[in-house]
């Protein structure tokens, strides 16, 4: 089927338009969802390199703030890490925070979101200490706004993972537990992930934690933490 629409589509407008960046997007996420990341890659990689040329500055039709070009360089950075290209994808989802940056602003949310996931991207690699002042600055903000003074969002779960991995267990663990809580209370079916990642991100804390300074009071909240997991899952939908 997309491949379909992305034949019409390049037949009636021609390869270089924003439509066809789009049915690109389209396949190659259906290419991710069969399974198939080679081939979702490089229908990603067509799409990035088609909005570069038709989200630019002096497009006549197509202002260089499309969000075509945002999401293309999301998709392609989700499925180079899905394949553990690490240099590439955080090249690319260093590229998308300036994009943010330069065209919705500095404190935006879309700033936030693509800033806090090149952090989990930094964290994934094993670039910890690199993640933690970009989480850090974050968190920091939503505490000067007054919607977020008694509310831990993913920022804090993110920077309580960069802390973890840095092992400053002692600093990471109010900020993963209490980022849980607040997901977990604000929970919508579209933040399942959300809290499975919170979830197993505690338990890798609490592991680490006790492999390097083994506590019977840590074993024990550690063991709580494996019930909540179980839990989760046992709760989820397919």
């Not at 399974?35 to 229908?43: I, N, P, V, W, Y």
């Not at 690699?125 to 600055?137: F, S």
């Amino acid at each position: 089927m997309f491949r379909e629409s992305l034949k019409i589509h390049i037949a009636q407008r021609g390869e270089e338009h924003v439509e066809v960046v789009d049915c690109l997007q389209n396949l190659g996420s259906a290419q991710l969802e069969q399974g198939h990341l080679s081939d979702a890659e490089g229908t990603f990689r067509r799409a990035l390199a088609l909005a570069r040329k038709v989200v630019t500055e002096s497009h006549p039709v197509v202002p260089e703030n499309h969000p075509a070009m945002a999401v293309a360089m999301g998709n392609l950075t989700y499925a180079l890490r899905m394949e553990s290209n690490f240099d590439e994808a955080i090249t690319l989802a260093r590229e998308a925070v300036e994009w943010h940056r330069r065209n919705d602003g500095e404190t935006n949310r879309a700033t936030r979101s693509s800033s806090l996931q090149l952090a989990d991207l930094l964290i994934e690699a094993g670039l910890c200490a690199e993640a933690e002042p970009l989480a850090r600055r974050w968190v920091d903000l939503q505490k000067t706004e007054s919607r977020s003074k008694t509310k831990s969002t993913m920022a804090d779960v993110i920077l309580g993972a960069a802390l973890a991995g840095m092992n400053r267990f002692e600093e990471a663990e109010p900020l993963l537990t209490k980022g849980y809580e607040a997901i977990k209370d604000n929970f919508t079916p579209g933040s399942e992930q959300r809290r499975r990642d919170a979830l197993n991100r505690i338990v890798k804390m609490y592991e680490s934690w006790n492999a390097a300074k083994p506590d019977p009071a840590r074993e024990e909240r550690l063991r709580q933490w494996r019930v909540e997991v179980d839990r989760v899952a046992s709760t989820a939908g397919p």
